[in-house]
């Protein structure tokens, strides 16, 4: 039976019609072997607030002036904005799409710091600032599609998590890697209600944390990351469906064993380990052929691996897929 798991969603939380209506369309066009990874047009400049302390400051050292013109990326257009930093899901500030924008400012980013444990030679908590120094960010502008139940275009800057992991030095034993949250329930209202267990947990087998396309997204739109998109720092897995895409996170921690996550002890029948997007493989309530693209009408065909199966297909080279949804 096919199968794939995503957070369930309410029907009244889907996008709504009049949505599309509104929206710029797309240009016509797919992303092309090579093309995930690239350049996007010129963005403003970071924009940081008076407050702003150590990591903001790194961050906003490394996007000041101009950033690249040359586009070396695919040539659908990006979604807009607006709706990429409204329409979100962000449990920790409540189920509704409409409430992460609504009540991210309390969320505290600053100082952030990162756990980085388990099978690594080189352990310890890290602060942001240290992480992302010398990170030549302005060349690290990422725009992938990514799909949700819904999907978009999106401008990240980031860099890949694979960089981060080879500087702690993974042992031979690291199989996998899990990933954590904030847990802040004085700050976090979602977390005053057991939505799922918390702090929201994620994980990635080690070839798929170290492939290129697996991204730590610190900004986008050519911005510092907007808090209910999951500041100060996110992963981004474009060929899975977003909610393996964890968002501000605080731990990284290398394992031997197939971790659990937040969504496999919520529904282990409707969420799995992999959650590759794959057009053949049916959410048990609903088909997953077909998809939204915010900002058009209608609905369009569904890629497998979202679109990058010639760069993430060998991953799973002789794996069921359906049975490894
Ligand atoms: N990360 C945390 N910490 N909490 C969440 O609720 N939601 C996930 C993922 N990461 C989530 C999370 C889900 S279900 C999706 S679809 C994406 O974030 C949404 O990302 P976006 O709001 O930036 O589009």
Redesign the pocket.
Known sequence: MARYR??AIPESEVTPRELFAQRRRFLKGTLTRGAALGMVAAAPGLLLSPTSRAWTETLSGQLSGELPSRSLAGEEALTDRKD?TT??????FGTRKSD?EVYAHKLVTDPWSVSIEGEVGKPGSFALEDILAGQALEERIYRLR?V??WS?V?PWIGFPLAELLKRHEPTSRARYVVFE??FDPDNLR?QRRSI?EW??R?GLRIDEAMHPLTLLAVGMYGERMPN???API??VVPWK????????VVSIRLVEEMPTTSWIDQNPDEYGFYANVNPAVDHPRWSQARERRIGESGRRDTLMFNGYADEVAELYAGMDLNQHF
């Open positions: 995503y957070p990429v329409y979100n899901n962000f449990y920790e992460p990514c949700e139940a978009m999106i949250s904030i979602g799922i702090p929201y994620e209910q998109n999951g996110r992963l469906y977003g909610f393996k895409s964890i968002k501000s």
